[in-house]
């Protein structure tokens, strides 16, 4: 148990809704990373939130939106869904803001279908 | 662009055997470099890392070797057991950039040690 909770760990869905996946980091972490893994593709970083801020960017689709909370949660939003959306969400969280070599602790992760 | 990528979908070992694990880079601005292990329905954990300043890192069965030159590093699992069995992504980052923890992965392998 890596001690990062991501809810739901399934969700299906239609084409054009929009869903909120939730993550709660580990206690004591500050920064959360939000990771995309599609069929055949390895994860791809989404962004990353440290302390309440953005703090990096990745390729992350404009339909797509995030959000760190004072109680450092996490939610990604993901909003007029496609088909190709369909993927799993990891969540991540590490101490700091990772400048140095930290580990990240991963999730496990959240199922997204959309039909 | 593939920044890191892992050419061998799968490989499978026999028990006590060695794993060798391959993984290529391009971007020659990352200098540190981690392997993950991921267990099915369950989130990637960290397994072992290197930086750029190094050729070798072990820790117990674990070594990971980075060949700067060819922008090259493999894992080397000795001796192989069941419980490694797991898709194994190689990962990669830029510590002395703004990438702020951002990690690039490859496609995974799946190894399968048969007993």
């Known amino acids: 148990d890596s001690g990062v909770t991501q809810t739901p760990k399934h969700l299906i869905t239609a084409t054009g809704q929009r869903v909120t996946l939730r993550c709660s980091p580990r206690s004591g972490d500050l920064s959360v990373y939000w990771y995309q893994q599609s069929l055949d593709q390895g994860l791809q970083f989404l962004i990353q939130y440290y302390n309440g801020e953005e703090r990096a960017k990745g390729n992350i689709l404009e339909r797509f939106s995030a959000q760190q909370f004072p109680d450092l949660h996490s939610e990604l939003n993901l909003s007029s869904l496609e088909l190709g959306d369909s993927a799993l969400y990891f969540c991540?969280?590490?101490?700091?803001?990772?400048?140095?070599?930290?580990?990240?602790?991963f999730g496990s992760g959240t199922q997204l279908s959309v039909l | 662009d593939q920044q890191v990528k892992q050419n061998s979908p799968s490989l499978s070992v026999q028990e006590g055997r060695i794993s060798i694990l391959n993984c290529d880079y391009t971007n020659s601005m990352f200098d540190y470099f981690l392997w993950y292990k991921k267990y099915p329905a369950e989130g990637p954990t960290f397994l072992i890392s290197?930086?750029?300043?190094?050729d070798k890192n072990e820790d117990g069965r674990f070594t990971v070797f980075l060949n700067k030159s060819a922008k090259h590093l493999s894992l080397h699992i000795v001796p192989s057991q069941p419980g490694d069995s797991a898709v194994y992504f190689c990962a990669a980052f830029n510590a002395g950039g703004t990438s702020y923890g951002k990690l690039t992965f490859g496609q995974g392998t799946i190894l399968t040690v048969h007993p």
């Open positions: 991540a969280s590490s101490v700091g803001a990772a400048e140095s070599n930290e580990k990240l602790f």
């Open positions: 290197i930086s750029s300043i190094k």
